[in-house]
């Protein structure tokens, strides 16, 4: 594990004095830093006056220069909009509203991978650049953690300490006082529709009137060993379901694209099929509360309780691999198929949006995916998945109408009309995506399928 400790330059002069070299406050106060500074095995900065003068008063020295560091364009963030900016939530709406911002906050990212990469193991690098250049990229760690760099925008001197190894395990929020953290009460888990956020080792989400049956399946859960889904932890002063909090990386397509690997890994798409059956096979000696009352009934026989929504979107990850189970408050009544078509739906996928996967791949990938499940064949799928996307749709006007704030943010996205469209494709492709099951078998090895 390697620290880069990535911080603003300090204050600089007026324009009409020292031009943009620091002030004399700036000096003084980049000066204080270096009484708590750690050994830098590198120190890294833009090349602006400001910020090399603010590394060596830390540092003592400056190691080499980056033109990546060296400010945002104004395409990307300009200093107007930085200075509106609140709340990661701001920071990720403004990142998912410009292919600019989120192209640089990339390029960012890769400049302090770059960095990182280069250090020994259990040593830390000093990167001295500009505000827009930590709070994009910073931003999209903090999302892909479930962590939070408020507040914001970064002052100067403030910024973040980024651990690495292999891929980005931490941020936390660094004052201009020191390299202690900032702690915030609660850290929002920007992007969700059930308003969680993270609190210690909890995670806090808005409570209905599913949650005490869900809550009974968690412990279920953790009382027969299946160590994939959080821990319930009961209920908080606000009435709002506590969960435990589990590290790793989310992946949910906002304000950046899915990674290309989410649907061309097939050893990622076989560790989701097979996390599922072993859920199904815990969950089979569940006994519901008589006076359970679920988000969701399938219609048709109910074998077992369905996680209903088990998506690239809900699933924690280690490496490329799905490790933990999310968002269990959409579980109901249904059967094994019912749930594998939810599943494959969003995992191989089978929506009409990734236009880059033929209908060829997303049949060898159905394929896999059911073979790797077991028992539940690829028309089997097909056959359910219409009928369950329209349920889904008039679930989700229902619950809107009815005044879910969830239901109501997917409403006004249009999702339930898109659902019946996207059901009547798939009718229509329902031969082509029936495939070759032999071709199918003979490419399951093979990661450029998908």
């Not at 201009?176 to 989400?205: C, F, K």
């Not at 394929?367 to 799928?381: L, Q």
């Amino acid at each position: 594990m390697v620290s880069l400790v990535i911080r603003r330059h300090a204050e600089r002069g007026s324009e009409e004095g020292s031009g943009r070299a620091l002030s004399a406050a700036g000096h003084a106060a980049a000066r204080r830093l270096r009484r708590d500074a750690e050994e830098f095995a590198l120190v890294v900065s833009s090349p602006r006056e400001r910020a090399r003068a603010t590394a060596v008063e830390i540092a003592g020295r400056v190691d080499e220069t980056s033109e990546l560091l060296g400010g945002s364009p104004d395409e990307a963030l300009t200093q107007q909009q930085y200075d509106t900016l609140r709340s990661l939530q701001d920071v990720l709406e403004l990142i998912a509203g410009s292919e600019h911002a989120l192209s640089f906050a990339r390029q960012q990212l890769a400049t302090w991978e770059s960095i990182a990469r280069r250090l020994r193991d259990g040593t830390t690098a000093l990167v001295i650049t500009h505000g827009g250049n930590i709070v994009l990229p910073a931003a999209l760690v903090a999302r892909r953690l479930g962590q939070d760099i408020a507040p914001i925008p970064f002052s100067h001197l403030e910024g973040v300490r980024v651990e690495y190894a292999q891929s980005w395990r931490s941020v936390e929020r660094l004052s201009a006082n020191g390299h202690s953290p900032i702690v915030q009460t609660e850290i929002p888990l920007g992007g969700n529709l059930s308003q969680a956020v993270r609190v210690g080792d909890t995670v806090r989400r808005r409570a209905g009137p599913s949650t005490p049956a869900v809550q009974s399946l968690l412990a279920h859960l953790e009382a027969v060993g299946f160590t994939a889904a959080p821990r319930s932890l009961g209920v908080d002063e606000r009435g709002r379901a506590v969960l435990a909090y589990l590290p790793g990386e989310i992946h949910g397509g906002w304000p950046e694209p899915m990674p290309p690997w989410m649907f061309e890994d097939i050893t990622t798409l076989r560790r989701a099929a097979e996390l599922l059956r072993r859920y199904h096979d815990a969950v089979l000696t569940f006994r519901p509360p008589p006076d359970a009352t679920w988000h969701q009934v399938a219609p048709g026989r109910h074998e077992l309780i369905c996680h209903n929504d088990w998506s690239p979107y809900n699933a924690i990850f280690r490496e490329h691999d799905p490790v933990v189970m999310l968002d269990w408050d959409h579980t109901g009544p249904g059967s094994r198929v019912w749930d594998v078509a939810s599943s494959a739906h969003t995992w191989v996928p089978l929506y009409p949006k990734k236009s880059e996967l033929s209908l060829e791949q997303k049949a060898a990938r159905l394929a896999v995916f059911c073979e790797t499940y077991g028992d539940v064949e690829p028309g089997a799928v097909l056959d359910v998945l219409p009928e369950q996307l329209r349920l889904v749709a008039q679930l989700v006007r229902t619950n809107a109408d009815g005044g879910d704030p969830g239901a109501q943010k997917l409403a006004g996205w249009n999702v339930p009309a898109l659902l019946r469209e996207e059901a009547d494709l798939l009718v229509r492709q329902r031969s082509d995506l029936m495939g070759d099951r032999r071709g199918a078998r003979d490419e399951q090895s093979d990661p450029a399928v998908g």
